[in-house]
């Protein structure tokens, strides 16, 4: 087999599967549950966590409401730009290969969303009271797992470079002290 379809099947089933666990888990929140309805799935973590019914109309974690046309563009082209570098990550890249798995199935999970509802659906709600309260989806958790994930690789590329040397100071090099 060919190692650029090899490495385009590894990302077919990274991102692949991302967007199959999105997708299903999106489409039992929309059979059993209406829109806003919650329900604690873990007792003693209610109210910090619970699976609540919302619709998001802008981006990741509702960020800029009423977006979402231009979201789902850009979404579109990030995962071609992806797809088309996709190949080009060395072997030993492992973490690139999954960011970009990651990023890519959850960026199309909200895509087809936005394509089939108008809308994203989310419902992992959890919440800090007084601090933050969020409603977002698998999709969602995996975009910001992919991005953590490339600037986590590319923090270990950089400290896996060599130290560059120093140039010296030609000025301080072999001159006799001055009395």
């Not at 604690?40 to 019914?53: G, H, K, M, V």
């Not at 992992?124 to 989806?137: A, D, F, R």
């Not at 991005?147 to 072999?174: G, Q, Y």
């Amino acid at each position: 087999m060919n190692v650029t379809l090899r490495r385009l099947l590894r990302l077919l089933l990274i991102a692949g599967s991302v967007l199959v666990l999105d997708q299903v888990t999106k489409r039992l929140i929309v059979d059993n549950l209406v829109l806003h309805e919650s329900r604690s799935i873990i007792p003693f973590l209610s109210p910090l966590f619970q699976i609540t019914r919302s619709h998001n109309t802008g981006a990741s974690f509702g960020i800029l409401p009423n977006a979402g046309d231009i979201f789902a563009v850009i979404a579109i082209i990030v995962v071609i730009v992806m797809v088309y570098m996709f190949p080009r990550i060395p072997d030993e890249k492992r973490l690139m290969w999954l960011a970009t798995g990651l990023i890519c199935g959850g960026a199309l999970g909200n895509v087809i969303d936005r394509l089939m509802y108008g809308y994203v659906v989310d419902f992992i709600h959890y919440q800090i009271p007084g601090l933050v309260s969020n409603v977002s989806n698998i999709a969602d958790h995996a975009v910001v797992g992919g991005v953590i994930l490339f600037f986590i690789a590319s923090w270990r590329d950089e400290r896996e470079k060599p130290a560059a040397v120093e140039p010296t100071n030609p000025d301080s090099v072999d001159q006799p002290p001055t009395p």
